[in-house]
């Protein structure tokens, strides 16, 4: 489960559940489409499923995301992650 939020002052917020480990060099990648992938570590990635145009949109126009990993209302973890366009996100899951 996860939302994509917007900050009033534009920054994206993305949400998700805890994640097994820590962080490892996080990045976001997506390709205007309707799927993205946050790489949390070098072996842990959180599809991000039926994007709407609008968010879509918003991920490919920005630079970084804050994501939050979240866990009955209790913030677990928070950081920065780049956002990377790429040409293609699904050929790049498995």
Not at 29 to 54: E, M, P, Y
Not at 58 to 78: C, H, M, P, S, W
Request: glycine residues 4%; negative net charge.
């Amino acid at each position: 489960m996860y939302q994509i939020l917007k900050h009033p002052d534009n920054d994206l917020i993305l949400v998700i559940d805890p994640q097994m480990s820590e962080p490892d060099g996080p990045m976001l990648i997506c390709d205007g489409g309707d799927t993205a992938l946050l790489f949390h570590s070098w072996t842990n990635a959180v599809k991000l499923k039926n994007l709407s145009s609008q968010t879509s949109a918003e991920l490919k126009n920005a630079k970084t995301i804050y994501v939050f990993e979240v866990a009955d209302g209790q913030f677990i973890r928070e950081y920065t992650a780049p956002i990377k366009v790429v040409r293609d996100v699904k050929s790049m899951m498995m």
